[in-house]
């Protein structure tokens, strides 16, 4: 009942405070579960019953370490499956800057709407997920970052992700020599940034598009994607994801790691 209280308190005093950015964060993301009464009945839908108006932030740790099932999902899946009528924010960022950058565009923005990150534990320790400086002094938020590290004529496949795998793929890019693979990241998935999408892949008109998620196929994002990809943005998508699971994540960190083996080897197979 502690996080059903303590969301309930914090959503509370982003409505009556609407000039707070009023942020709470779960020791892990899956630690939500017992505020979903909380999520459901207000955060998702209080605007639309009874025009409140809140921008509280929920910070919830997302991220496939090998920690096992309880440690490892803040079920995005859930999250979307609310999203509906432009009625709240979700984000994955995966660098400081654009964090900093989503934080600062939420406490300024108007209409106040809610906003649900997914922030991986292990990017605090990743030295390839950094900022400059003049990242955080300059720019804005930006809902899809493109890759400018590939030659746009040499690319025929054209990885979409979100999150801390983002890092995993690009290293193993590298590992491969994969040249003409491009990696984009998605960093808002509600409202999902059609217009950006369709800018920065009109750069790759004949390459294969696939989503790379860490999650199981039935969980994460991509029923989310499979939904409104293709009519928001014009393109088709494959999948590339953990096979469908009744649990989020295994309990055994050999096979976590057996897994994103087999994930990684296959997105660029495909």
Not at 6 to 29: D, I, N, R, T
Not at 86 to 93: E, G, S, T, Y
Not at 142 to 160: G, M
Not at 185 to 192: A, D, G, K, S, T
């Amino acid at each position: 009942l502690s996080e059903f209280a303590a969301l309930g308190f914090e959503y509370g005093y982003s409505v009556e405070s609407p000039q707070s950015l009023v942020l709470w964060e779960a020791q892990f993301g899956d630690f939500v579960n017992g505020a979903q009464t909380i999520i459901d009945e207000f955060i998702s839908a209080s605007e639309q019953k009874w025009g409140q108006k809140s921008s509280v932030v929920m910070l919830l740790p997302h991220g496939y370490e090998g920690q096992g099932p309880d440690h490892s999902s803040a079920r995005i899946e859930r999250f979307l499956q609310l999203c509906a009528e432009n009625n709240m924010r979700v984000a994955a960022p995966s660098t400081p800057a654009n964090y900093f950058h989503l934080l600062r565009k939420q406490a300024l923005s108007e209409p106040k709407k809610p906003l649900i990150v997914f922030t991986p534990k292990s990017m605090l320790r990743n030295k390839a997920a950094v900022s400059a400086v003049e990242d955080f002094t300059t720019g804005t938020f930006e809902p899809v970052l493109p890759d400018t590290t590939v030659d746009p004529s040499a690319v025929r496949r054209v990885l979409l992700t979100s999150g801390k795998v983002y890092w995993d793929l690009v290293a193993r890019r590298e590992k491969l020599g994969a040249d003409d693979t491009a990696i984009v990241r998605v960093e808002q998935l509600y409202p999902l940034p059609a217009e950006q999408l369709r800018s920065v892949l009109d750069s790759y008109p004949e390459a294969s598009l696939t989503w790379v998620q860490e999650e199981p196929e039935n969980q994460g994002a991509w029923s989310f994607m499979a939904m409104n990809f293709a009519v928001e943005v014009g393109r088709t998508l494959r999948v590339v994801a953990r096979p469908a699971s009744a649990s989020p994540a295994t309990g055994s960190n050999a096979t976590h790691k057996v897994e994103q083996e087999d994930l990684l080897t296959r997105a660029f197979e495909a």
